[in-house]
């Protein structure tokens, strides 16, 4: 069965204060692992897929990376609008569904 | 494109009440997901649709909870009788070519039985 365990379940940070999400996950063939995005009321917002080990994604100041076992979402000087909960997701080569993980609650204070 | 979009936003019922959940997928999207979301179970898969066909709805919880999808541009999400338990944020998403780009999440459907 896919797992994926995030850590911290929450995380407060001063804006500008870097900081890392983590994703591990165990999965029987890893076709795509997802980060998504939840603000309070919405639905998750996509935001990146990676497939391969090594493997590295940007935005703005997001950077996700990629191991065989887990994923981190780096986050570079944040700012307040970066608020939400971050979830990562796996999807196997067997299949097309996601497993979601907890995600974390992260709170940017100005 | 407006998105996926769902709809009641809101919905408060009585036990023991039918509800349907509707949604309408992004046009050319060719994949539906139903997501159930609590606080203590995250997000749980609870049936997905390819080419309006059902493919796995192993995550169905019981046999009170039905999924049609009768095209491709419309499906309903049943729960008869409701319960207290099944109480929670319902989300349909959709994606196109599998998962390669992600699934588009609608903004969901928050369900309170009492």
């Known amino acids: 069965e896919d797992q994926v365990t995030q850590s911290p379940e929450a995380l407060r940070l001063q804006e500008g204060e870097s900081s890392s999400l983590n994703c591990s996950y165990t999965?029987?063939?890893?076709?795509?692992l997802f980060w998504y995005r939840q603000d309070p009321g919405k639905g998750p917002e996509f935001l990146f897929t990676l497939y391969s080990a090594g493997e590295e994604k940007e935005k703005e100041r997001l950077k996700a990376t990629l191991t065989k076992k887990e994923s981190f979402l780096h986050i570079t000087a944040p700012k307040p609008e970066d608020s939400a909960t971050y979830l990562c997701a796996v999807q196997a080569t067997s299949g097309s569904r996601l497993t979601f993980g907890e995600g974390t609650q992260l709170t940017v204070n100005p | 494109d407006a998105g996926v979009i769902q709809s009641p936003r809101h919905e408060v019922t009585e036990m023991g009440q039918e509800v349907t959940l509707r949604c309408k997928p992004i046009?050319?999207?060719?994949?539906l997901f139903w997501y159930r979301q609590t606080m203590m179970r995250g997000l749980e898969l609870l049936i997905y649709f390819n080419n309006n066909v059902p493919i796995d709805d192993s995550g169905m919880p019981e046999d009170r909870f039905s999924a049609k999808m009768p095209n491709a541009s419309f499906s309903t999400l049943k729960i008869q009788p409701s319960e207290p338990r099944d109480s929670a944020v319902y989300f349909c998403a959709s994606s196109e070519r599998r998962t390669a780009y992600g699934y588009t999440f609608g903004s969901g459907t928050r369900l309170t039985v009492v």
């Open positions: 046009s050319g999207h060719d994949y």
């Open positions: 999965v029987s063939g890893l076709r795509g």
